[in-house]
């Protein structure tokens, strides 16, 4: 999460997810089960989890956290996770840049 602060991220909570899946079962059919959701790691950000509070995993995206790093869209082994370019003004605003 130290990530998400020092990129100063900024996104309207209204706007839709930037962040698509191809097949919304794959990260808990395919990834969950054969690489345990690798994606809730390589993210720097903590973008994705799976949450499994309620018994059954779901997994979940906090797109508000994404720091647009593209690692997702590059690293997901099953090539699920497609990055699209957001909405308006939002992301992250490295001011010391």
């Not at 995993?57 to 593209?70: D, S, T």
Request: aromatic fraction near 8%; proline fraction near 9%.
């Amino acid at each position: 999460m130290s990530s998400v602060f020092l990129s100063n991220t900024n996104h309207e909570e209204s706007q839709p997810c930037h962040l698509k899946l191809k097949d919304a079962s794959i990260p808990i059919k395919v990834n969950l089960a054969r690489y345990d959701e690798p994606a809730q790691r390589y993210c720097p950000a903590g973008v994705y989890e799976v949450d499994s509070t309620e018994g059954e995993p779901k997994f979940v995206i906090n797109a508000q956290n994404c720091v647009h790093c593209k690692t997702c869209d590059i690293k997901d082994p099953s090539q699920n996770i497609t990055w699209v370019t957001p909405e308006g003004a939002g992301g992250p605003n490295y001011p010391n840049m």
